[in-house]
């Protein structure tokens, strides 16, 4: 399990992350949202131990990270800037890795090559970005550590490789029961891979959730009476967001859709429908409920309020 | 084992570059040396080792800046950071992997070196081979270690490079100016006698760069105290390195330093050296001002300050630390003459000296004698030695004091007999003081030195014949070795008869120069030298007639070289030189003859010399001289060979340019013959034997002039004999009238040249 507790790291006078808490628990996929800036980069550098916290404490199975060979072992980070030795091969960085990685794998490392269908003899100064991204992603998952962490890693891999590479995380979370951190500022690249999410807004975790639950826990209704009305006459419901335009409202209610849908239908609504939410909304929307203002630009054309 | 593995293989790129260029270096620099034409002496171990000093900078910073590169870029920082080994695992990983490559390449130089000697039969002293891996292995991983602190420290190459700079020499610059300073202020301590804290060569890889601006330091830079010394400095800054490497910050990489207050640090720190120049005297105020030291700190300050700072207002800011190495230099300045001032009147009693040592006067030369390697191990006791040594070291100062330098006007009673020796005084306590005394006279401190039974031994000391590795210019491979052997061994044999010294350095000094008196003239000197263990010795034995074997051994040497002495032509160039054709024509002929009979009944060596051409100072003179001489060559025609140094005999040495009536060159054939071959002019040297390219003795050049090297020793039938004498008389008094009318000299009152009764003696068996 990594623990983190008021974990604070400051750049001379920017503060990168402050008193940051969170507990990723073992064995599942540990999304990481934010913006450019809010921070991810540096709690995955936290978490293997290459920034030392200035304040606060990080842990990987109860033991602190930084200068840690013995916690280190257990994780293995593919940046979002990559590193190969100069002029090296597959061959060349795996040598590497298996010298500094007790539990390295060639007999995987062999596998997952050829999967990708990479020439492990090749020069990797003349791999594309992507490639060089699935390399990096190889020798990580070939390390066979407890942890995993990618940054963005994701981002530079063409859709079958992301596939590939999502299905082969899944295999080592379910199979040895490995952990990953990913982070992200794109929440659809995280949404169908991760188990858990978590939003990290100016150096802080805002706000965490499973992913399911928070996929279930929102829903938006669109509802029109004949008669005037306005958000009071919902006061039954957790409603996140009412907007209302001329006699159609959109709610962003929070809890059970079933019931929700019941109540309504019994006051002989003239529309009554339940509308999709992306996980992207149900973060916004949690975020405002949160007291948090993106300044984001309008939505749909003017109809936040 | 694992990381360490690894780092060797990663620095495997840039350690074969480094291996691969300094065995070429090596290869290409013995090579070289190994078929040069000449050299009369085992090299020295910066010589023969050369491509290694280049290594101990090239191999330390290139080995550390790939090493340790990824501190300088964020990824690469961020994935060895991320690697399941602790940083100070990592950097021992890295620096071990550094010292094998270093100590491979350090070896594999050092082997390729010693087989190109072996194979080209150059002889070198073993020792050296064995001192070097140790030595430059330890002298790199010096830079090595100095450049991993500064990469530690830094996050970019250019800072890390120059910040290697400060850290490997900004402490021993320091030092070293310090140490001129005291020096030149001094004036009787000389670098060889600074204290071991002052020295620059402790420290063996900046002591390299010392050695290269003060050559006389290189005798006392590859010692085991030193390399000890070196190899504590390196393991010392190593911790310090891995300390810091522990410690650093990671993302310190891409950026040039923590903050600006490191950044000004450094900013003061590569200000300081040049305040140092000024402070140390190294530039004195003759040759700049203080504002101009001052306006080029400031300039560097400023330059330094503007690239990293970058804005105005923070350069401003940081203006007042510059004042921190204006202080250091003035504090220099000041310290500097206060040290030297306190040095140069450290002035001990002579009841406190224990004892002195004479290291002498040429201890800072490439190779020293065996004598003075063995004199400089005497302690002189004696009261008289340390009464002399301790009051000529007050005299000395006063004179300093008084004049500002050591000012000894001529005196011609005491025969102006100073010699400048470096003299150790050793107290009861066991302190030492060394300084370079001017002594009044010579004659006076030999006279108290030997005294000294050790001291006496020692100036009579021979090298073991097995420890010559060079005669007259053979090696221990060359033919002429054992040839030469002979004289060496007749030498040996004779001189502990005679009373003289092997060494003429010690000898007692004759003012008016009536060297070649009896047995004391002499043929030449024997050119001999080795090793003992690390030292190398390069000693000159004057062959006397005191020494019938060795004499005897030399002539046959010089006689069996001289190949066709040209005495014909000679005679011809000479007769002709009474009327020169050509205004570029010219003749000159030297003698030297021993044994001549004087009024006073000694027998004397008398050097005579015989000028020719368009603008000689006294034709009329060479006028009155031209028949004898004429006279002379037509006898030397007749003259024999002789290995007898008792003989009334002479050896000969001529070169000329003349043309005959006809304009003809004379010794045309000899030109035609050589300057095609030999156009280039050429010589082989070995010892005082002299070949054109070709094995020849004479040699012609492109401008037509003759030279006739390598002459026999030549005697006279006993007819002859007395002419020449006769001869000889008259050419010394023209030859004294010519001296002092064109040169003003002194017109001596010594014994003439005498009658023909030579005294005989009896012929000495030859050598060997």
Redesign the interface.
């Known amino acids: 399990m990594i623990k983190a507790r008021k974990l604070t790291k400051r ?2 006078k920017v503060e990168a992350l402050v008193n940051l808490n969170c507990n990723i628990p073992q064995g599942c996929i540990y999304g990481l949202v934010g913006a450019n800036g809010a921070g991810k980069s540096t709690f995955l ?1 936290l978490c ?5 916290p200035d304040e606060g404490h990080i842990s990987i199975n109860g033991g602190e990270v930084f ?4 916690v ?6 593919v ?1 979002d ?3 190969f ?3 090296s091969n597959l061959n060349r960085m795996s ?2 890795y ?5 539990r390295f794998s060639m007999e995987r490392f062999y596998e997952l090559a050829a999967a990708f269908k990479l020439d492990r003899a090749q020069q990797l100064g003349t791999f594309s970005k992507g490639m060089r991204r699935q390399a990096a992603t190889i020798l990580a998952l070939s390390a066979m550590t407890d942890y995993v962490f990618f940054d963005e890693t994701f981002d530079g891999l063409d859709p079958v490789m992301r596939n590939l590479v999502k299905g082969m995380l899944y295999d080592d979370v379910l199979e040895r029961g490995c952990t990953a951190v990913i982070t992200s500022h794109s929440l659809r690249e995280l949404e169908d891979t991760c188990d858990q999410l978590a939003l990290l807004y100016q150096g802080g975790i805002v706000f965490e959730s499973d992913v399911q639950n928070l996929k279930t826990s929102l829903f938006k209704m669109q509802v029109a009476f004949a008669e005037d009305y306005d958000r009071a006459r919902f006061s039954g419901m957790e409603i996140l967001s009412f907007v209302k335009q001329g006699s159609v409202a959109n709610m962003i209610i929070r809890g059970d859709c079933a019931r929700a849908k019941t109540e309504i239908g019994a006051q002989s609504p003239l529309i009554l429908e339940i509308l999709p939410l992306t996980l992207e909304e149900v973060f916004l929307y949690e975020m405002e409920a949160l007291g948090y203002s993106f300044q984001a630009p309008a939505l749909k054309g003017g109809e936040r309020v | 084992m694992k990381p360490y593995l690894e780092s060797v293989r990663r620095l495997t790129r840039v350690g074969l570059i480094l291996f691969a260029l300094s065995l070429v270096a090596s290869a290409i620099v013995s090579i070289q040396y190994c078929t040069a034409l000449y050299y009369g002496n085992v090299p020295s171990m910066t010589r023969m080792f050369s491509p290694l000093i280049a290594f101990i900078y090239a191999g330390g910073i290139v080995l550390a800046m790939d090493g340790f590169s990824f501190l300088n870029k964020r990824s690469d920082s961020d994935f060895y950071h991320s690697l399941p080994v602790s940083r100070k695992k990592l950097f021992w990983a890295i620096s071990l992997a550094a010292l094998t490559w270093i100590a491979a390449t350090v070896l594999g130089s050092v082997l390729l070196t010693v087989i190109v000697f072996t194979l080209t039969k150059t002889p070198f002293v073993q020792m050296y081979a064995l001192v070097a891996v140790p030595f430059f292995t330890i002298g790199a991983m010096m830079v090595f270690a100095a450049c991993a602190i500064a990469m530690s420290l830094t996050g970019t190459t250019i800072t890390g490079l120059g910040l290697t700079v400060l850290v490997c020499g900004l402490l021993r610059f320091m030092q070293f100016s310090v140490a001129r300073g005291i020096v030149a202020n001094t004036q009787i301590i000389a670098w060889l006698d600074l204290p071991w804290y002052l020295t620059p060569v402790t420290n063996i890889a900046t002591g390299q760069i010392a050695q290269l601006l003060r050559p006389m330091l290189r005798q006392t830079l590859y010692s085991p105290v030193k390399m000890l010394y070196s190899a504590v400095v390196a393991v010392a800054q190593l911790l310090l390195a891995c300390v810091l490497f522990a410690r650093r910050h990671s993302e310190l990489a891409e950026r040039g330093a923590k903050n600006p207050a490191i950044q000004t640090a450094f900013a003061c720190s590569a200000v300081i050296p040049v305040v140092m120049l000024f402070a140390s005297g190294i530039i004195t105020q003759r040759h700049v001002s203080i504002p101009i030291v001052i306006g080029v700190a400031v300039g560097i300050y400023l330059i330094y300050q503007i690239v990293v700072l970058r804005t105005a207002k923070k350069v401003l800011f940081s203006l007042p630390w510059l004042l921190i190495p204006l202080s250091v230099g003035i504090a220099g300045y000041f310290g500097t003459i206060g040290a030297a001032n306190v040095m140069q009147n450290d002035l001990p009693n002579m009841q406190d000296v224990a004892y002195v040592q004479f290291g002498g006067e040429s201890r800072g030369s490439e190779a020293i004698s065996y004598q003075q390697y063995m004199v400089s191990k005497v302690r002189f006791t004696e009261a008289e030695v340390r009464q002399y040594a301790v009051e000529t070291l007050r005299d000395n100062v006063a004179t300093i004091q008084r004049s500002g330098y050591i000012n000894y006007p001529y005196d011609e009673q005491s025969g102006y007999m100073l010699t400048t020796q470096p003299v150790t005084f050793v107290l009861n306590n066991g302190r030492r003081i060394s300084r370079v005394l001017t002594f009044f006279n010579q004659i006076t401190l030999l006279s108290y030195c030997e005294q000294n039974s050790d001291f006496y031994e020692a100036i009579r000391a021979l090298p073991p014949q097995d420890a010559v590795c060079y005669l007259q210019g053979d090696d221990l491979f060359n033919g002429g070795f054992l040839e030469n052997n002979r004289i060496l061994s007749a030498f040996h044999e004779e001189l502990p008869t005679t009373a003289f010294p092997a060494s003429d350095s010690y000898r007692y000094y004759d003012p008016f120069m009536q060297y070649n008196v009896d047995d004391e003239q002499h043929f030449g000197s024997l050119t001999v030298a080795g090793y003992v263990g690390m030292t190398r010795f390069w000693d000159y034995y004057n062959i006397r007639v005191a020494m019938p074997k060795t004499a005897s051994a030399w002539m046959r040497y010089h006689n069996n070289r001289s190949k066709g002495e040209y005495l014909e032509l000679m005679q011809q160039m000479m007769e002709k030189s009474a009327k020169l054709v050509d205004s570029k024509d010219y003749f000159s002929i030297s003698m030297m003859v021993y044994n001549i009979p004087m009024s006073d009944g000694t027998k004397q060596a008398i050097s005579f010399y015989f000028d020719r051409s368009s603008y000689e100072a006294a034709a009329e003179m060479n006028d009155q001289l031209q028949p004898i001489i004429n006279e002379l060559a037509a006898i030397m025609q007749r003259s024999k060979p002789t290995t007898n140094p008792n003989d009334l005999c002479v050896f000969t040495n001529w070169s000329g340019r003349m043309h005959k009536e006809d304009g003809a060159f004379y010794g045309e054939e000899i030109l035609m013959q050589q300057v095609p071959t030999n156009g280039n002019g050429m010589f082989v040297s070995g010892g005082s034997i002299y070949y054109v390219s070709d094995g020849s003795v004479i040699y012609g050049g492109l401008s037509g002039a003759i030279t006739a090297y390598n002459p026999c020793y030549r005697t006279f039938s006993a007819t002859d004999q007395a002419r020449v004498i006769e001869i000889l008389r008259q050419w010394k008094a023209v030859q004294d009238e010519y001296n002092y009318t064109v040169y003003g000299s002194k017109q001596e009152n010594g014994p003439s040249i005498g009658d023909a009764s030579v005294a005989t003696k009896p012929t000495p068996a030859p050598a060997g």
């Open positions: 750049f001379g550098r293997n131990g290459i920034y030392q200068d840690n060979p013995s280190k072992e257990h994780c293995v980070f940046p800037e990559l590193y030795l100069p002029q040598l590497l298996e010298s500094m990685y007790p």
